[in-house]
C-alpha cells in the first residue's frame, strides 16, 4: 500500500486491474482506470489504441470521457481516478482540466509518467487545479501484468522474425 493511501483504494484498484486484464486480452497495453464517486464506480476504462486505431484511447481518458458524460458535466469534482499505470502527460492534462479531485495510480512509470516520475503536472504549482495524488497502490499487481504482456509481445516478435521469410509467401 502506498503511503498516500486510504482505505479502500486498493477496492477500486482491483477493479482498475480488471479492465487492465480485459485490456491485455483484447491485445492491448494493459492499462486499466475507474471513475469512483460517492463510494460507487461510476465509469470504467481501459486502453483500447490498438483497436480503435487511435493513440489518444489511453484508459484513463475514457474512463473520464464517460463519468462525464454519466455526470453530465464536464468537471469531475468529488470523483477520485483509479488507474493501474502512472498518467502520461496527455492524461494527466486532462485529469487536471476535468478537475478530477484524487488521483491514484499503481505502478510508477519511469519513461513517461507526469505525476513524479518524469515530471509532475498533476501538481505543477502554476496550474489553477492539482488533484490530491496518490501512487504505488497495488503497483506489484499491475507491474507484473505490464511484465508479462511485454516479455509476451517481446517472445512473440522473437519468434516472428525467426520465421523464414520465404516460408510465409508459400
Known amino acids: 500500500m502506498s503511503l498516500f493511501s486510504r482505505p479502500g483504494d486498493?477496492?477500486?484498484?482491483r477493479e482498475a486491474l480488471h479492465q487492465a486484464t480485459l485490456a491485455a486480452t483484447a491485445g492491448e497495453?494493459?492499462?486499466?482506470?475507474?471513475v469512483v464517486e460517492d463510494g460507487a464506480v461510476i465509469a470504467l476504462g481501459r486502453n483500447a489504441m490498438q483497436t480503435d486505431v487511435d493513440a489518444t484511447q489511453h484508459a484513463e481518458l475514457r474512463a473520464v470521457q464517460q463519468a462525464m458524460r454519466v455526470r453530465g458535466t464536464d468537471r469531475l469534482e468529488g470523483c477520485t481516478l483509479y488507474v493501474t499505470l502512472e498518467p502520461c502527460a496527455m492524461c494527466a492534462g486532462a485529469l487536471v482540466l476535468a478537475r478530477v479531485e484524487r488521483v491514484v495510480f499503481a505502478a510508477w512509470d519511469p519513461k513517461a509518467g507526469m505525476a513524479g516520475s518524469l515530471g509532475d503536472l498533476l501538481r505543477h504549482p502554476k496550474l489553477n487545479h492539482r488533484p490530491e495524488v496518490s501512487g504505488?497502490?497495488?503497483?506489484?499487481?499491475?507491474?507484473?501484468l505490464l511484465t508479462e504482456f511485454f516479455a509476451a509481445r517481446r517472445a512473440g516478435v522473437a519468434a516472428?522474425?525467426?520465421?523464414?521469410?520465404s516460408a510465409e509467401r508459400a
Open 10 to 13: 486498493d477496492v477500486w484498484m
Open 29 to 34: 497495453v494493459p492499462v486499466g482506470a475507474c
Open 136 to 144: 504505488g497502490v497495488l503497483a506489484e499487481d499491475a507491474g507484473a
Open 160 to 165: 516472428a522474425s525467426s520465421v523464414d521469410p
